[in-house]
């Protein structure tokens, strides 16, 4: 069965980096793009980007892309996320989803992490 | 803000019929796509393409779409469908994922 199974909760100040992990698995890694959710507490769901997991291409959503960095490690079927120069508006739960399409990359998510808190707080 | 947007909050009495609609101009050349979550947990795919459903959600659930407009419809809405729904879809450039703010189903 899929399972996406992402790291802990993190606590960062102001300014530093966050990366976070998403290990796959339960089908085969390369044949579907993985993708970025993030919702601010109490809020609504906000996509962050999209890995192509067999070329290691990224589209990134345009507010976060200087300083968003999505990659992937084949060998260990791992998803990684990394934020830069966070401020207090990055605090959110951020999900990795897998996307249904093998072709490319649609908006269907079709299976989801537990997600990770990622907390910005001085 | 977003470039789809959703109704808040909806209300439904037990068992009757509810319709959730998403509105966007890129829902003219694209599918809307539904997910349902409930607190605490993580987002579930509840429709997505023309009107389809992934294994285990109930034929209860179904989708349409007129021109900027797409809608989920809940017939005979059940206790459980008590969560936040959310569309998505790409952006008018269509390279990018766009979600709606999330609409609120209270089943009355």
């Known amino acids: 069965q899929v399972q996406l199974v992402q790291s802990g909760a993190e606590v960062k100040k102001p300014g530093a980096s966050v990366k976070i992990s998403c290990k796959a698995s339960g089908y085969t890694f390369t044949s579907y793009y993985m993708h970025w959710v993030r919702q601010a507490p109490g809020q609504g769901l906000q996509w962050v980007g999209v890995i192509n997991p067999s070329g290691g291409s990224t589209v990134y959503a345009q507010k976060l892309q200087d300083r968003l960095s999505m990659t992937r490690d084949t060998s260990t079927s791992t998803f990684y996320m990394e934020l830069s120069s966070l401020r207090s508006e990055d605090t959110a739960l951020y999900y990795c989803?897998?996307?249904?399409?093998?072709?490319?990359?649609?908006?269907?998510?079709?299976?989801w992490g537990q997600g990770t808190l990622v907390t910005v707080s001085s | 803000s977003s470039e789809l947007t959703q109704d808040p909050a909806v209300s439904v009495a037990l068992g009757q019929t509810v319709r959730i609609t998403c509105q966007g101009d890129s829902l003219r050349s694209y599918y809307a796509t539904w997910y349902q979550q409930k607190p605490g947990q993580a987002p579930i795919l509840v429709i997505y393409?023309?009107?389809n459903r992934p294994s285990g959600i109930p034929d209860r659930f179904s989708g349409s779409s007129s021109g900027n407009t797409a809608s989920l419809t809940i017939t005979g809405a059940q206790a459980e469908d008590e969560a936040d729904y959310y569309c998505n879809s790409r952006d008018s450039s269509g390279i990018h994922v766009v979600f709606g703010g999330g609409t609120k189903l209270t089943v009355l």
């Open positions: 989803a897998r996307d249904r399409s093998k072709d490319g990359y649609a908006d269907t998510f079709d299976y």
């Open positions: 393409g023309k009107n």
